[in-house]
Structure formats: structure tokens, C-alpha cells
């Protein structure tokens, strides 16, 4: 997927462009027999490098590869994020489940304070006996 593809799919997921249709790449068949006359939707043909894409030293530019080729997890990038209210109300009872396991050490620690306190004693082997 190129770039600019990858905008158009984001645009629409954000709705400024409501005329195209996510993830319809899988659904549509290709209009040519071979993959090297495929074209994406820049007009650029399908195995042919990107240029200026390259970030490691003595290596080549990535070719463009058909979009069935790309990790399924790549699609996810333009998927909208969470906003800060869901995420909130998502993880207050996880939160409320982990305060609530520290109040109940505390208090087991409080109860049992002095059996506590000679186990650190003898352990250290300082203090009092």
C-alpha cells in the first residue's frame, strides 16, 4: 500500500471521504492476468521499488507488493484510536481490583504485624529475640 492509499483509507475511516469503501482490496478481483502489470492506485505497478523508502545501510528499496501481502495488523494502523473516555472506563475496574488487593495486604500486614515483624527480625538475624 502506498501512502497515498494508505491517507485515502485513513480520510475515510475519519469520514472526509465517504465515497470509499474500507478493506474492499480483498473483495475486488484483479482486472489484469499477471501481478506485474497490476497497478496500485497511484498508477504505480505492483513489484517495482519504492524509492527513498531504504533505511539500512547497503540495502535495497522495498518493492510493492499486492495489498493481500501485507500483515493483517498493518490494516489496523488506520483503525480509529480510543478516545481518553473509553480507555477510562475500560481499565477503572481493573484499577479498582489492583487498590483493592493493596488494601487487603495492608490490612492482612496490619493484623498480623507482630508475627510480621519477628519473621524480619530472625530472617535479618538482628533485633531482639
Known sequence: MTG????RLAAY????????????RFLC??????AA??????????GQPVQGINYKKGGTDPKILPDGEYPEWLWTMIDPKPTLSELDRKLRPIINKEINGIG????LMNDHEDEVS???RSFLGTGRR
Open 118 to 120: 519477628r519473621f524480619i
Open 104 to 107: 487487603e495486604l495492608r490490612q
Open 13 to 24: 475511516h475519519r469520514g472526509v471521504l465517504p465515497g470509499l469503501a474500507p478493506h474492499t
Open 29 to 34: 478481483s484483479p482486472s489484469s492476468s499477471s
Open 37 to 46: 502489470e497490476e497497478a496500485d492506485d497511484d498508477g504505480k505497478q505492483i
Open 4 to 7: 497515498s492509499t494508505f491517507l
